[in-house]
């Protein structure tokens, strides 16, 4: 990954050392270069010059977005950053993280690089999460005064509200308050989030965010979703897909959860045990190697479902085929000790066959479950992720004036509050962003 830091030339003019920021706008951005110099110029235009800024965009483009972005950046009056990662790791959600994860500010404003989301409405969102005490600030579509005008055509109408009841669904509680979780344009505070605990999969990171990492109190302003200002929409069938499995691996993230699914998945996999034994005993094979043979069909059935649904983000830790055998063990050991706690229920404590085979089942699906997690899925001892490590080897900063930058604003965020603080009666939103940075 690699790092530019590109001083508007405003900034250039007023300071060697930009004043701290009082808020980061981070812009994910995937070849958007028809769109970034139109959006650089809008938050020129709407963004206060006394409301201390800067912008980080965390680029996955494959065409020629960070040079528009390094060219237009000249004529903006904040600091203008562009990161750009050799491997999009978790998409346009993964983009965002490592903005949060860059920025400078408390307050952060996440908004998408096609110009749907107005930068006018940046201020307003930080200063509600001020007056409000506020964590995190949602810009909303289906609150008075928001309109999602700019979604393209009744099936993306359509696609959203089924998206948004799905999600409030499933997750009632942590969206509690929250009438827009597939929002794209939020502010949050960065004291108030652990970016280190985000696994998001592809664009709903707000959906994410909110899931795992709930900042304290939640305000939303109502917001007109704008028409994109040139180029396509990044809204496929396959982002459909992926938003589907950060669900899954949304709504299994406890102990509990997992254990139902994987109950629910091992279900499914007596339809192709059955029509397995069923096509052996057919062809001639004598039932008991058939149902051993067939058994094995279950077990590949049960294994690919959780691979893609339970266990998706675990996979990296072994490789397939090692996962594969541990699995199979498991599974096959399953009944190998079935028959014989059957046989220890009935004959040492006498209870009848019914009531102790459902106990065999029970105890050995438990078994089933707990061995899968820590001897399939867990990390092994003293192993590292390969990919986190190459990522962090990659990641580089061109510019040794950003480094300095970055070390003297931590130093002199104490020194500017007081002044920043005082500034109140002149202007309630910049004094009120500045106050969330010093705190």
């Known amino acids: 990954m690699t790092q530019d830091h590109i001083l508007g030339a405003a900034a250039r003019l007023s300071a060697e050392v930009p004043e701290p920021a009082a808020v980061t706008i981070v812009v994910p951005t995937f070849n958007e270069s028809a769109n970034v110099r139109q959006l650089l110029a809008q938050i020129t235009a709407s963004v206060p010059a006394r409301l201390p800024c800067e912008v980080v965009f965390v680029d996955d483009s494959t065409d020629d977005t ?15 950053t562009v990161l750009h990662r050799e491997e999009p790791v978790g998409g346009l959600g993964g983009a965002v993280v490592e903005g949060i994860k860059s920025a400078g500010s408390d307050w952060v404003v996440v908004m998408d690089g096609d110009c749907q989301h107005p930068p006018s409405l940046v201020p307003e969102l930080v200063a509600t999460g001020e007056r409000a005490g506020a964590g995190l600030v949602v810009a909303s579509r289906y609150i008075k005064g ?8 009744n099936y993306r109408v359509a696609v959203s509200r089924a998206a948004t009841w799905l999600t409030k669904s499933l997750f009632p509680r942590r969206l509690h308050g929250i009438s827009d979780p ?7 505070r960065r004291s108030a989030v652990t970016a280190e605990i985000l696994k998001p999969l592809g664009y709903k990171i707000l959906l994410e965010l909110a899931v795992r990492s709930r900042p304290r109190g939640v305000s939303e302003v109502p917001f007109v979703f704008q028409d994109r200002f040139a180029g396509e929409s990044k809204s496929t069938a396959r982002e459909g897909l992926r938003f589907l499995r950060h669900l899954a691996g949304l709504r299994t993230a406890s102990p509990v959860a997992r254990m139902v699914v994987f109950g629910l998945i091992g279900a499914t996999g007596f339809l192709p045990n059955l029509l ?3 096509g052996l005993t057919a062809a001639g094979m004598h039932y008991v190697p058939a149902e051993v043979v067939a058994n094995q069909f279950g077990v590949a059935w049960n ?10 983000d675990r996979r ?4 397939w085929w090692d996962r594969l055998g541990r699995f199979a063990l498991l599974a096959n050991a399953d009944l190998l000790l079935r028959i014989p706690l059957i046989a220890l229920l009935v004959g040492k404590f006498g209870m009848e066959a019914l009531p102790a085979t459902a106990l065999a089942l029970v105890t050995t699906f438990v078994l089933r479950f707990v061995g899968t997690e820590a001897l399939v899925y867990l990390p092994r001892t003293g192993k590292r ?4 490590e190459s990522g962090t080897a990659r990641e580089s900063r061109v510019n040794d004036t950003t480094a300095r930058s970055t070390e003297v604003n931590t130093e002199v965020n104490a020194e500017v509050s007081d002044t920043a603080a005082g500034s109140a009666g002149a202007n309630g939103t910049a004094a009120g962003s500045a106050e969330g940075r010093a705190a």
Not at 385 to 388: E, F, G, I
Request: aromatic share 14%.
């Open 66 to 80: 960070p040079d528009v972005i390094r060219d237009a950046a000249r004529a903006c009056p904040y600091p203008v």
């Open 146 to 153: 928001g309109s999602r005008a700019g979604l393209a055509g």
């Open 182 to 188: 597939m929002s794209g344009f939020f502010a949050v």
């Open 276 to 278: 397995g034994l069923w």
């Open 303 to 312: 294994f690919l479902l959780i691979e893609r649904l339970l266990f998706r």
């Open 316 to 319: 990296r830790f072994r490789a």
């Open 385 to 388: 992720d390969s990919r986190t």
